[in-house]
């Protein structure tokens, strides 16, 4: 579902898309272009240079270069002690990071995808979750679980749920979900630096793009701050939120001016800027990939009817997955995941507009 | 028959307590399969090595002598149903290979190409009610066991007439009817699916007083898996209640770009299974007719009742762990060595040169399973993608919960439900 947004909105230079609408990225002048993988790459590095604890551990993370290519190179300049390549044992491996936590050190533990946390799931939550709350602030776990998470293209069921609302339920885990290469830069040093366990959400389909990016996101210092979302574009009539998803441009040429919120943190969730949203917009829609039930967007959804009710002129739209398994066939797999036409149309609904009022594009 | 080695050996000592010998790898002649060194690199085996018949319940198979004595292992029957089988198996995943790079296929697609001896040595002997679970790797064990080339082909297309309708992929093939309790994904899953199912067939056989239930359940799952917690639960289980289940390692010394020997402490896996309480036997997984020989013995182990057997294949896999792997880190020379090796031109040499079979016969086969693919690919290709009202089917078996009563309607709507008067 990424990818046709991701066609509709890159498809269409980007440099088109700056001047015409107001901006709030702070970007200088010339844009360097880096892809997310870069992003993470440069954000691994920079962080284990820094910070001798730091290590990383997973499967094919070292010879292999990593299975998506994340951990490109750490091998050769850190050496196997610092980026080990382990057996096919989830829940061992994850357990062994989560002890070396406890002692001291500072893992990243990659999951080739989040499908296979599941089998670490109980380290996950009980041994690295629950671990402060239960030692009274003694024992902190300063650990990153981190790989793609969600659908990618014709991988099937197993492969394929978006593990956002799972984890987000549980208190003592950070959640974190970062859109383009500077997300995936300031989110995943600000996650490593971070002494709480931080589950880290990519995006298989995202790896490969490339995104503009300023000196300041280069440099080795940038983190940005965990629990804040990001207003990625300005407006008026609905606000949007989802975490890996954008739709705005497409509703520009129809006339809807749509606040995208891009959340960032799912964990803690910025409940502050989405209402500041809503009570401007009046109208909400929640996007997600995963199943829609229990899901990200039935949180933010009782959230801001906790908070702003009356501010709301339509009832909250929530866009998910189907709630069904991935179907691996193409043609039931493109509408199992949220497409940018269902966004539109939930958007017009929220709007009471099914006729765009200007020319359509 | 008289053959050159005897796999009843095994079979004689269940349980083996006294692995003391045993243990120490370097008790292990270096004649022994390539990679029970502890060295990183894999000593290549020449295929003519002997390897020691070691007593006890640890045996590596000895190399087949058969053709300097008068009993051969099969018959022209069996020779040539064996080599259709891998036959098969080795167009089809060539096909598969052939489509992914035209764009017709897509997601994750893994290929059997080199493996094709340890399907068809087990599977071959298997009856339609036993069972097998295996891991995304299935496609040729999926075409051993019975199911048509073309539902197979279907599902990794998409289209509706694949044998899991398109919902599954290349990954996930099910059949009922055919006992193939899967496809999976996750490295280990299939382990305990396999236990369980064999854990019905003995409950079949003793609660529910089906006295002839003698269903085995095979479980194929590679090296990677034998590091995995799930393997050794089931395996301590499996010995435990003594279920009839063969656990069948294809160690292809491979798990996508780890080698099997970076990757694990002690890297002989059979010797896993005295740990247990179960015979472990390895095997050359490039020969099929010895694999058909442990196969036999394994079995009928299960089939007896006498418990869980874990049978070590060395095998090797051709091309890459997926299409999508560019397959960097192995040595040419390694693959060279076992490409030398392939299980096709082993067994056709065999019949040929024991006169089972001429090779016009052969050919004829070739011919007829290129056919078989052909007419797989036409079918695939006109079938109709799945219709959009599929998309929510099949997610509940009985979405209500109790199915419909006589009176047509659902029975958690009848008011008599919660009295406990209603018909259910």
């Avoid at chain 1, 050496?79 to 990071?97: Q, Y």
């Avoid at chain 2, 009856?127 to 080339?149: E, F, M, N, W």
């Avoid at chain 2, 294949?313 to 051709?318: D, I, K, N, Q, S």
């Amino acid at each position: 579902m990424l990818a046709i947004a991701r066609q509709r909105m890159l498809g269409q230079s980007f440099k088109k898309i700056l001047p015409a609408v107001s901006v709030l990225r702070s970007y200088s002048s010339a844009a360097k272009q880096i892809t997310v993988r870069e992003a993470l790459n440069s954000a691994l590095d920079e962080e284990m240079s820094a910070d001798p604890k730091v290590f990383l551990m997973g499967e094919e993370v070292g010879e292999y270069q990593g299975a998506y290519k994340i951990t490109k190179g750490l091998l050769e300049k850190y050496g196997p002690e610092r980026v080990l390549d382990t057996p096919i044992t989830e829940a061992g491996f994850t357990g062994i990071g989560v002890g070396a936590a406890y002692y001291g050190l500072k893992p990243v533990v990659e999951f080739m995808t989040f499908n296979f946390s599941m089998q670490a799931i109980d380290h996950i939550i009980n041994s690295a979750a629950k671990s402060n709350y239960m030692s009274a602030g003694q024992i902190s776990v300063p650990i990153v679980f981190r790989g793609p998470n969600g659908a990618a293209a014709g991988v099937g069921a197993q492969h394929s749920q978006c593990y956002a609302a799972w984890y987000a339920s549980c208190p003592g885990l950070k959640v974190l979900s970062p859109y383009n290469s500077e997300d995936a830069r300031g989110l995943l040093k600000a996650a490593i630096r971070d002494p709480d366990p931080v589950v880290f959400l990519e995006n298989e389909l995202l790896y490969g793009e490339s995104f503009p990016v300023s000196d300041e996101v280069l440099d080795s210092s940038f983190c940005l701050p965990i629990g804040k979302a990001k207003i990625e574009r300005e407006g008026k009539d609905v606000t949007i939120t989802a975490f890996s998803k954008m739709a705005a441009e497409m509703l520009e040429k129809d006339g809807i001016y749509a606040e995208v919120i891009n959340l960032r943190s799912i964990r803690p969730l910025d409940r502050s800027t989405i209402n500041a949203s809503v009570r401007k917009t009046n109208r909400l829609i929640t996007v997600e990939e995963g199943f829609p039930q229990h899901g990200v967007g039935a949180e933010i959804c009782a959230s801001v009817v906790e908070e702003s009710f009356s501010y709301l002129d339509a009832p909250v739209e929530r866009i998910a997955g189907a709630d069904v398994p991935m179907p691996y066939a193409a043609n039931l797999e493109r509408m199992a995941v949220p497409q940018v036409e269902d966004i539109v149309r939930a958007a017009k609904r929220a709007c009471y507009r099914s006729v765009p009022l200007a020319a359509t594009a | 028959m008289a053959t050159a080695f005897s796999p009843s050996k095994f079979a004689a000592q269940p349980f083996p307590l006294n692995t003391t010998s045993q243990n120490n790898p370097l008790t292990i002649p270096t004649t022994a399969s390539a990679f029970l060194g502890s060295t990183r690199k894999p000593i290549l085996l020449s295929s003519s090595s002997n390897l020691n018949l070691r007593r006890g319940s640890l045996t590596v198979v000895k190399e087949n002598k058969s053709k300097s004595t008068p009993n051969l292992l099969i018959t022209k029957e069996e020779g040539l149903e064996l080599y259709e089988d891998m036959v098969l198996g080795r167009a089809f995943e060539d096909k598969c290979a052939q489509m992914y790079y035209d764009s017709k296929m897509f997601g994750f697609v893994h290929l059997y190409n080199g493996q094709e001896a340890v399907s068809t040595g087990f599977i071959k002997l298997l009856k339609q009610q036993d069972s097998i679970a295996c891991t995304y790797r299935d496609h040729v064990q999926a075409l051993s066991k019975g199911i048509p080339a073309r539902a197979i082909l279907s599902e990794l297309l998409g289209k509706a007439t694949g044998c899991c309708r398109g919902q599954g992929g290349s990954m996930h093939i099910f059949s009922r009817e055919h006992n193939m309790l899967g496809g999976f994904a996750f490295i280990g899953e299939g382990i305990p699916i396999g236990t369980g199912a064999a854990f019905t067939s003995k409950y079949k056989r003793e609660v529910l007083k089906e006295a002839d239930c003698d269903h085995v359940t095979s479980a194929f799952f590679g090296d990677g898996a034998c590091n995995n917690g799930q393997f050794y639960e089931c395996l301590n289980m499996a010995a435990l209640w003594k279920l009839p289940i063969v656990f069948v390692v294809e160690n292809n010394l491979w798990a996508i770009g780890m080698s099997h020997l970076r990757a694990t402490s002690v890297p002989p896996i059979y010797k896993k299974g005295p740990a247990f309480g179960m015979p472990g036997v390895h095997v050359d997984g490039m020969d099929v007719l010895k694999v058909r020989e442990v196969a036999k013995e394994a079995i009928g182990r299960a089939r007896r009742g006498e418990g869980p057997t874990l049978v070590e294949c060395e095998t090797y896999r051709f091309r890459g762990h997926s299409l999508a792997d560019p397959d960097k880190l192995r040595d040419p020379a390694e693959k060279a060595h076992y490409a030398a090796r392939d299980p096709i031109t082993a067994l056709k040499k065999y019949l040929i040169d024991n006169s089972l079979a001429s090779e016009a016969d052969l050919k004829a086969i070739d011919k007829k399973i290129d056919e078989v693919v052909e007419e797989a690919v036409e079918f695939a290709d006109e079938s109709p993608v799945p219709s959009k009202s599929q998309l929510l089917e099949n997610v509940f078996a009985d979405p209500k919960g109790f199915g419909i009563g006589p009176d047509g309607r659902y029975r958690c709507e009848d008011p008599k439900f919660t009295e406990g008067t209603a018909q259910v």
